[in-house]
């Protein structure tokens, strides 16, 4: 092999998907994510407006677990025990990942593990990302950069909305790869559409709202790179990445989006939930309400005028590029590296996120409302400051990236180091620390005493006002007049099965502390039968014959569900022959190299 081959194949190396894996990147992050949880260790687990929620769902996916359900569809808690077809809708990753740690640490830990995990995933993603741009030193500052940036802190204290914050820490993998196949002529850009749809699908499959704000952040980003360009090509890639990420998530999203007509779906945006009541500074339907605005207002201000400083410093910078004439001996460009020959300049990346903060910062604010309206499915992020989140990530990679004044070399990290550290410990110091008494509150789960539950998961015929604790699993029908004799026993009582036994001298109508749903089939007798349901609750009522009767209702496989999983089926064999494509057109590459 001579000379050439060998720098570009370091080259290859360097810059190879391999290097996300570098273990040291993965310990410093590690590192970064600790700093940050360090306030668990002393001072409990911040109660933020989602954190019972979650761990309530964190254990009822456990205890479903113990009884061979790997992929629970129903809740049987909520609601003091009637139960909700929550994780049909709720995305997977967060609640397997809250419950997988459950089953390995004490659940009083379990909230600070999550939020570990998921921040070291955000830091490493975030290396990966800058990397491809930047030199090793300053991809580690962006990498400390986003995991502590204090919207980041928000989400995981004030909120405890611990899927939202899963999801935010895949955003920097999803903009690496878009920005990949945005590039002309790119090497691999088969790998990086597949890279790119697991990244949506993982997205998708970890909160819904921060998926809605990724894929209009992705098709900005390449419609931006298309402008560039005056091409096609990096349209038409990323909606293949985007199709084939959605066709992985299907097994989630086509029950989900085909099962909203089951439930009170319309809740997720009643009052407060709206946009139009979560612009910035827009005055709350109540006091906390407006408390908590005004934070996220405040962090989203600062954010804001950061990033106004630091982007003029980038749009002056190219500008001058554009400037000097042809062959001139000037400095690198706008945040370049000093190695040209194996970087890319960060100009790349740093005009489709000057684009993309742009447009986030326009989004939070109350001129944006008709958008909210009229974009399809843009009402569903609820809070317009989610936007933050990917607001952050290029706020970030300009603090890094962009040429600081001559004088002040460290300028930009310096102004973003000690406004994280302003807000973080403003942040930090207002959540109630270890409101919540875990112990206490995981029984009263179990008991079906706790109600953490949302009316948007409740089948359209039953009324949360009407459902209350102390009722039996099973029971004579309310107006029924049974005669003596009548023995009513429940022999298994599982999350998506029950089994109750009855024994009538006369037909008897059977009330069951279950909400009727269309998944739920009744068996009286191995005879598939159509329950009723009582009018004011909504609950499921069976109708036995006299003399002994078994009484068997089962959460069965629904055809939206098949229909979910064969494409998932098929995406999956679209993106493993992408891979494969990709595969055979680089060993000739490989068997030259070698020879």
Not at 44 to 53: A, I, L
Not at 64 to 76: C, D
Request: charged letters at 15%; proline letters at 8%.
């Amino acid at each position: 092999m001579n000379q050439g081959a060998k720098v570009s194949t370091l080259n290859k190396t360097e810059h190879s998907p391999a290097s996300f894996a570098n273990r040291w990147a993965i310990l410093e992050s590690m590192a970064f994510a600790a700093a940050v949880v360090v306030p668990f260790l002393f001072r409990g687990n911040p109660s933020g407006h989602d954190f019972e929620y979650h761990l309530a769902s964190w254990v009822g996916v456990t205890r479903q677990w113990s009884e061979g359900v790997f992929y629970p569809r129903w809740w049987p808690d909520a609601h003091f025990g009637f139960g909700e077809p929550r994780f049909i809708f709720y995305p997977p990753l967060s609640w397997m990942l809250g419950a997988g740690l459950g089953l390995l640490l004490p659940w009083k830990v379990v909230p600070g593990a999550f939020g570990w995990l998921s921040l070291t995933l955000a830091g490493a993603s975030t290396y990966r990302l800058t990397r491809e741009w930047l030199p090793r030193k300053e991809s580690l500052w962006a990498a400390a950069l986003y995991i502590s940036n204090p919207y980041s802190l928000i989400v995981l204290c004030h909120r405890s909305a611990f899927a939202e914050l899963l999801a935010s820490s895949l955003l920097p993998l999803a903009v690496l790869y878009a920005l990949r196949i945005s590039r002309p002529n790119g090497a691999g850009r088969l790998l990086d559409i597949a890279r790119l749809a697991f990244v949506v699908a993982a997205i998708w499959l970890a909160d819904a709202p921060a998926a809605v704000v990724a894929g209009y952040a992705l098709a900005l980003l390449v419609g931006v790179a298309a402008l560039e360009r005056r091409a096609l090509a990096p349209l038409l890639s990323g909606a293949a990445a985007g199709a084939l990420g959605l066709g992985l998530a299907a097994f989630y999203l086509v029950p989900a989006a085909y099962e909203q007509k089951w439930v009170q779906i319309a809740s997720v945006i009643e009052e407060g939930l709206r946009p139009a009541d979560n612009f910035l500074f827009t005055r709350g339907i109540d006091e906390e309400h407006w408390f908590f605005n005004l934070l996220v207002s405040s962090v989203a201000a600062a954010e804001l005028a950061l990033a106004a400083i630091v982007f003029t410093a980038v749009v002056l910078a190219i500008r001058r590029a554009r400037a000097m004439p042809a062959g001139a001996d000037s400095a690198p460009a706008a945040g370049s590296s000093g190695s040209a020959a194996s970087q890319p300049p960060a100009r790349e990346a740093l005009v489709p996120l000057l684009a993309l903060c742009l447009v986030s910062g326009i989004l939070m604010l109350r001129p944006s409302a008709p958008l909210w309206n009229v974009v399809p499915y843009l009402k569903f992020v609820q809070f317009p400051w989610r936007w933050l989140s990917i607001f952050n990530l290029g706020v970030v990679f300009a603090v890094v990236a962009a040429p600081p004044p001559k004088r002040l070399p460290h300028a930009w990290k310096a102004l973003a180091i000690c406004l994280w550290l302003l807000l973080g410990s403003v942040i930090l110091y207002l959540p109630p620390w270890g409101a919540t008494d875990i112990p206490d509150f995981i029984v009263r789960v179990e008991s079906g005493s706790e109600t953490e539950n949302l009316n948007e998961f409740l089948p359209i015929t039953a009324d949360s006002d009407q459902l209350g604790p102390g009722f039996p699993p099973a029971t004579v029908a309310q107006g029924e007049e049974p005669e003596e004799g009548v023995r009513i026993s429940v022999v298994a009582w599982r999350g998506e099965e029950k089994l109750v036994s009855v024994e009538t001298p006369q037909p008897l109508l059977v009330a069951l502390r279950l909400l009727n749903y269309p998944a739920w089939q009744v068996e009286v007798n191995g005879e598939i039968v159509v329950a009723e349901t009582e009018p004011d609750t909504g609950q499921i009522q069976v109708e036995v014959p006299a003399g002994h009767s078994v009484v068997r209702v089962r959460f069965v496989r629904t055809a939206d569900r098949t229909i979910g999983g064969a494409i998932s089926a098929a995406a999956l064999l679209a993106v493993a022959g992408l891979i494969f494509v990709e595969w055979r057109k680089r060993s000739p590459q490989r068997n030259t190299q070698n020879t």
